[in-house]
């Protein structure tokens, strides 16, 4: 049976942000995936809950754009229905190549990329092709979309990154594995942000959002949506 579909509009919903604290001023936020062997503790992050305003896109997507806001709605024809979302290997047969080719069509030349840290991803998945990409001007974008819709239960909300001030609302933190450490950005509130999402989104409407812009940093606004401590902020209202 089809899902009836749900009018949303605007909404309220509690997203939890970075707190403003004087440590930060000095030691830099980190969180480590593994249990130390010494004494120190797994996190320094001091969180916040917000009750934000976000607002439904749904009409004007074509208004927004990656290069200006940091995310996109992307479109595909249709989903298949028999897909097993736990076989990885069908998974990728079947689904990834579809949203590639949608990727292409938008960004011609457009290489598929598992994700990772930006300049390790590259290199690690282009190999030889790396150091001539490193030089020059690149971008890594993530795609996603609920795998049935109209997603009425836990829709994912953007920040329009025009509407950050780097320097300001960022900081820089750490991801700590036993084998590797990665940067990201946690984020402070402020009242000029704003936040967006499509209501009903059906499973061929996928946002396509920056997590890195080599010409813009990794404090540049683009990858908050990918945070750890961002990702999938769930509409409550």
């Known amino acids: 049976m089809e899902k009836p579909r749900t009018t949303y509009g605007d909404v309220r919903a509690s997203v939890w942000f970075l707190e403003k604290d004087e440590l930060y001023a000095t ?8 249990t130390p062997a010494a004494q120190i503790p797994r996190e320094n992050i001091r969180r916040k809950e917000v009750l934000l305003a976000i607002s439904d896109l749904r009409g004007s997507e074509h208004m927004f754009t990656l290069n200006r806001n940091g995310f996109v709605v992307l ?24 949203i590639v080719s949608v990727i292409q069509g938008v960004f011609p030349g457009a290489r ?17 092709q790396a150091s001539e990409i490193l030089r020059g001007k690149y971008l890594v974008a993530n795609v996603w979309h609920p795998l049935k819709g109209p997603n009425q239960d836990w829709p994912l909300a953007l920040c329009d990154v025009s509407s950050l001030d780097p320097q300001r609302d960022l900081e820089i933190a750490d991801y700590v594995t036993e084998t590797t450490n990665r940067e990201n950005c946690l984020a402070y509130t402020h009242a000029n942000h704003r936040w967006w999402y499509l209501s009903n989104q059906e499973a061929t409407e996928a946002y396509m959002f920056c997590q890195y812009d080599s010409e813009r940093g990794i404090k540049s606004g683009r990858g908050l949506e990918q945070s750890h401590y961002r990702t999938k902020h769930r509409i409550c209202g």
Do not use: T
């Open 27 to 34: 030691v830099k936020p980190y969180a480590l995936a593994f």
């Open 112 to 128: 598929y990329m598992v994700r990772s840290s930006a300049e390790q991803l590259i290199q690690d998945r282009l190999g030889q």
């Open 75 to 98: 479109r595909f024809h249709n989903q298949h229905d028999n897909i097993d979302w736990d076989n990885e290997m069908r998974v990728k047969e079947l689904h990834y190549l579809k």
